[in-house]
Structures are given as structure tokens and as C-alpha cells.
């Protein structure tokens, strides 16, 4: 082709192209329009319902150019308002979300400056505020700074980098692997099984320890579980300690888990998902020996409300973590493996990735710690008022709760399983408030969350005044 053709056919598509390249007024028309759907949809948090439930339509790629107003106006009523919603204080569901401004601010920048975060020779500044981020965590868990961390999508991609580390570092392989033992409470976070599964470890024995009233890890159960194993030629491998689990918010004895842990030179493994930001709060006692786990897992999307998409890993042995995600690890010495730790993509599956970093870097910065303790002291506040104003309406509830998760059912002289269950599809089809269910000690239960910064006094008033509108619409 003569260059003549060539710079004909590249105008040509340039005609075409250039659109993705947005002009600087094309820009500041878009931004208005989102920054103004921003606002209204904050503003209305305090208002709308928590949950609502749609058969979404209209969302499929036709492959043609539509404008942005239009498309906002198919977000809200297709995704925003549809399902439980993610960023109001009314999710008290499962593990509510957050949802800061000041985060979304940051994905918006990392999303424009697109620096590449695996490796930190193509990004010194992004990398190196991954690692500060990293390193703040290490802080704030008492973790040495000779760990080594990872920022991952979440709790569930964490706990498979920690577990392949404990895997790889006891060596848990062919005929090992089926003599092998993980010790965990039945309330254990599903997770766990999910990630052994993934690893390899499917057949790999799995010992529920008994629990106490408050569903915590007894400690002795756990010791004669161990010795048990041991006298009969098993290998104890790992344990599983939660510092908040999912269903209950209990904080399991952490610090005599160690001990136990250490005994038998088994890997420690913390999951500290959905409780582990409380360490910075007045319930801190609780996390005592958390500093002694092998490996831990921590959801900034969970207890920081940082939007979803964002969780930890800290792990103390580094070539272990090395060994499964680079493999010339073995063979390195110190310093160069200082500097191999350097880049995230040494310590985690990922190579391209976002630059997750900025969505928690910049809201620490802009606004301190001091109002992300304060609000989770909130939380432990406002468990225990819903608590008494639940007990004064005639509901049993759940033991005293480590956290700021509980749980409760209405009395009902008969049927009360079905019942209760009555009473949460009664709450669900209200919507005003996010609530869900469980079954603890085989007895149907309804569960409460608290744990978004947006969630306050009035969210939790809210949910007591549903909670008894659905009890008369059901007892009438
Ligand atoms: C949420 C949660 C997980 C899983 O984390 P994701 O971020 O949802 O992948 C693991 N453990 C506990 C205790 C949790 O609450």
C-alpha cells in the first residue's frame, strides 16, 4: 500500500476513533452530569429504601452509541435501585458495605492516571503507596514489618494467598495432603472450604471444634482434637481462628489458639475480615495474640467502608509467600528479596492490576483515623441500644456479642421456626431496611450488621420500627 492509501485510510479512522479520546468539553459535560447523579443519589440515601427487587431490564450491549444522560437514568433504576443497596446505611444485612466519597474520588484518579501496580519499576509512586498502605496495616495489627502483604479484591483472594503460603510452607503435597489436618469452628466464614478446595486441598481432613455459648473455639477442644490426631499418626497442619465471624461476631480466643498453634508447629491462620478494624477501638483486648497468627486476612470493604473491592493479606513468612507466586524465590537472598516484595505481583497471582492502594491511601490521608474508629465505636454503641429496644418488644437475642453482629427471634408459642421466617419475608418485602437470616443451633434466626459509616441512630430506629410494623402485618 502506498503511504498516500495508508494516511487516507488512517484519517478515515481517526474519524471514527477520536470520539474515545473525550474532549475537554465533551469532559466537563460528563463530569457534570455524574457529579450531579452523585449528589442527588447521596443525598437521597437517608430516604430510600434499603432493598427492593427487580428482574433488571435493558442492560444488554446493543453496540451502538448512546447518550451518558440516558445510561444514568437506566443505572439508577436498573442497578442502584435494585437489590440491597450496597452503599446506604439501611444494609444491615450478611456484612453491610460502605461506600466513601472520598474513595470513589480515588478510583477516579487511579482509573485516569492508569499506573501499572505489579511491578514497581513501571510505577515507583503507585507502587510505593501500595506498599505504604501495606505497611500501615502491618501498624495497625502489630504485624512485623518483615511480613509481607498484599492489596487484593477482597477477603476470598486474600485467604488463597495465605493458604497456598501455609500449604507450600509445610509442604502439603501427594500422599500428605489426605493425612493432613485444618482445624476450624463451624463458623468459619465458607470461604475457607472454597479456598482449600481451589489450592488443592480438597481431601485434606477438615475437624470442627466445639464451640462455647458465645460461638468461640474452645480452647481444650481444640488441644485434645490436636492430641487426638497426633497419637494416630495424623499431621495437624493449620488452624483457623476468626476475629469476628460472619454469622455471629464472635472473636474466637486468639492469643490461646496461638498456643496451641505454636505446640504443634502448626500454621496459624487469622480471618479477620469483617471484625478486624475493631483492633482499633475499644474492644482491642479481644484481638490480643492476633499479632501471633501466621497469616491474616482484613476487608478495608467491610470495617474501613471503603467500596467493595478491596481487601488484605498479611503474611510473616516471606519466602513461603515467595515460593508460590515466584519461583526463583528460593534461591534469593535477602536483599534481593526485599526488593522481590517490593512489587505486588510477587506476592500475589495478579501482574496487571488495579491500583487499589489510592482508595483507601486517600481517605486516610483527607480525613485522619480519629472518624473511622469513631464510627465503628458508634457500632458497638448502637448494637447494644437495638439490643435493649429489641428485648423491651418481647424478641430474644442472641448472647452479648463480641462485635457489632447479633442476632434475634421473636417467641412465637408455636411453629416459631416458620414463624420467624415469616417475620423476615415480611421485613424483606417492607424493604426500608436490610436485614437476613441464619440458622444458629439449628434454630431459625434473623441477623443484624452493623458496621457502614453511613449507618446511625436513626438507621437503627428505622429498623426497629420495621421490624415491629412486620411483626403486627404477620401476627394480624
Ligand atoms: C466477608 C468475609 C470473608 C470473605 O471476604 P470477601 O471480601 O467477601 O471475599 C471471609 N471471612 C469473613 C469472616 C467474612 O466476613
Redesign the pocket.
Known amino acids: 500500500m502506498e503511504n498516500i492509501e495508508l494516511l487516507k485510510q488512517l484519517e478515515e479512522l481517526h474519524k471514527i476513533s477520536g470520539c474515545l479520546e473525550v474532549n475537554r468539553e465533551g469532559r466537563e459535560e460528563m463530569l457534570a452530569l455524574v457529579s450531579g447523579y452523585s449528589n442527588d443519589f447521596i443525598d437521597s440515601l437517608t430516604s430510600i429504601p434499603g432493598f427492593d427487587q427487580q428482574k433488571p431490564e435493558g442492560l444488554a450491549i446493543n453496540d451502538c452509541a448512546q447518550p451518558l444522560g440516558d445510561l444514568l437514568k437506566l443505572y439508577h433504576s436498573q442497578v442502584a435501585m435494585n437489590g440491597i443497596n450496597g452503599a446506604s446505611g439501611t444494609h444491615l444485612g450478611y456484612?453491610p458495605g460502605g461506600g466513601l466519597f472520598t474513595s470513589a474520588l480515588a478510583d477516579y484518579l487511579a482509573a485516569i492516571t492508569n499506573p501499572h501496580t505489579g511491578v514497581y519499576y513501571a510505577s515507583p509512586g503507585a507502587v510505593t503507596i501500595e506498599n505504604e498502605v501495606v505497611e500501615w496495616l502491618k501498624r495497625v495489627f502489630n504485624f512485623p514489618s518483615s511480613s509481607v502483604g498484599n492489596l487484593t479484591s477482597?477477603?476470598?483472594?486474600s485467604?488463597l494467598i495465605a493458604f497456598t503460603a501455609a500449604r507450600d510452607n509445610h509442604g502439603i503435597k501427594g500422599d500428605k495432603i489426605t493425612r493432613s489436618v485444618v482445624y476450624i469452628s463451624e463458623q468459619v466464614?465458607h470461604?475457607v472450604h472454597k479456598a482449600l478446595r481451589i489450592i488443592g486441598l480438597e481431601d485434606i481432613i477438615i475437624r470442627y471444634v466445639d464451640l462455647d455459648s458465645g460461638h468461640r473455639i474452645k480452647t481444650e477442644a481444640l488441644k485434645s482434637a490436636v492430641a487426638e490426631d497426633v497419637a494416630n499418626g495424623f499431621n495437624p497442619f493449620m488452624v483457623v481462628g476468626?476475629a469476628?465471624?460472619?454469622d455471629t461476631g464472635a472473636v474466637d480466643p486468639l492469643d490461646d489458639i496461638a498456643d496451641v498453634a505454636q505446640l504443634h508447629g502448626m500454621w496459624y491462620h487469622v480471618?479477620a475480615?469483617?471484625g478486624g478494624f475493631f483492633i482499633m477501638t475499644s474492644k482491642k483486648h479481644l484481638f490480643k495474640g492476633l499479632e501471633r497468627a501466621d497469616s491474616l486476612?482484613v476487608?478495608p470493604?467491610?470495617g474501613l467502608s471503603i467500596p467493595f473491592g478491596l481487601?488484605g493479606v498479611l503474611v510473616k513468612n516471606k519466602e513461603a509467600v515467595l515460593h508460590s507466586n515466584h519461583y526463583v524465590a528460593n534461591y534469593m537472598q535477602d536483599a534481593v528479596m526485599d526488593e522481590l516484595v517490593q512489587s505486588p505481583s510477587n506476592v500475589s497471582p495478579e501482574l496487571t492490576r488495579h491500583f487499589r492502594a489510592l482508595r483507601l491511601w486517600l481517605p486516610l490521608q483527607l480525613h485522619g483515623i480519629e472518624p473511622f474508629v469513631a464510627s465503628l465505636e458508634e457500632k458497638l454503641l448502637l448494637i447494644k441500644y437495638f439490643r435493649n429496644e429489641l428485648v423491651r418488644m418481647g424478641f430474644e437475642v442472641a448472647p452479648e456479642p463480641d462485635l457489632s453482629v447479633s442476632y434475634f427471634r421473636y417467641p412465637f408459642n408455636i411453629d416459631a421456626d416458620a414463624k420467624n421466617h415469616q417475620l423476615m419475608d415480611a421485613i424483606h418485602a417492607d424493604g426500608d431496611v436490610f436485614l437476613s437470616s441464619s440458622i444458629i443451633d439449628g434454630r431459625y434466626v434473623i441477623r443484624i450488621a452493623l458496621l457502614s459509616f453511613r449507618t446511625k441512630k436513626d438507621t437503627v430506629d428505622r429498623a426497629l420500627a420495621m421490624i415491629e410494623r412486620c411483626l403486627k402485618r404477620i401476627e394480624s
Do not use: F, P
Request: charged share 15%.
Open positions: 456484612i477482597g477477603g476470598s483472594i485467604m466464614h470461604s476468626t469476628g465471624t460472619t480471618d475480615a469483617y486476612v476487608d470493604h467491610k481487601g
